[in-house]
């Protein structure tokens, strides 16, 4: 691959890099959603500097996750290490599916808790009270990142 043989690639993967000096951190800046970074521990194409750059770009995303695979190489060339990695992916998809909804869920209560506290008052929403019954529409929407407000 002629982008490996150019002799100051190596060095430049190494360097601290700002999102200002950098198209793709620059975009990673701007990113709202939510972010997995997989380090090979023996990656000798993208060296650990690489993941720190990308690290501190996603300044302003939902969340962001790191792992790293010790003993990897690029190429993820032994077994253990492919199992390693789609186990921390498929960790990360469920954490953030299953995260999103009780995160959901949490948000449809307390606006249902808001309700009963204006039109009932405190005790509404007090421990062992409540309203036996319910009027009106709740509505549950999940924001993506597309959606989400600019900060």
């Known amino acids: 691959m002629a982008l490996n043989r150019d002799p100051d690639l190596m060095p430049y993967r190494h360097r601290a890099i700002a999102p200002d000096d950098n198209v793709a951190l620059a975009a990673c800046q701007r990113f709202r959603g939510d972010v997995l970074l997989v380090e090979a521990e023996q990656d000798l194409i993208v060296p650990g500097q690489v993941l720190k750059n990308y690290a501190a770009a996603f300044s302003n995303a939902r969340s962001l996750t790191a792992r790293a695979i010790k003993g990897a190489d690029h190429a993820l060339t032994r077994k253990e290490h492919q199992f390693e990695y789609t186990r921390y992916l498929i960790d990360w998809l469920t954490e953030?599916?299953?995260?999103?909804?009780?995160?959901?869920?949490?948000n449809v209560v307390e606006r249902r808790k808001q309700s009963l506290r204006h039109t009932q008052g405190d005790a509404a929403t007090s421990p062992g009270q409540g309203s036996k019954e319910f009027h009106g529409q709740i509505e549950a929407k999940e924001r993506t990142s597309e959606t989400m407000p600019s900060r």
């Open 96 to 106: 953030m599916v299953v995260g999103r909804r009780v995160a959901l869920a949490k």
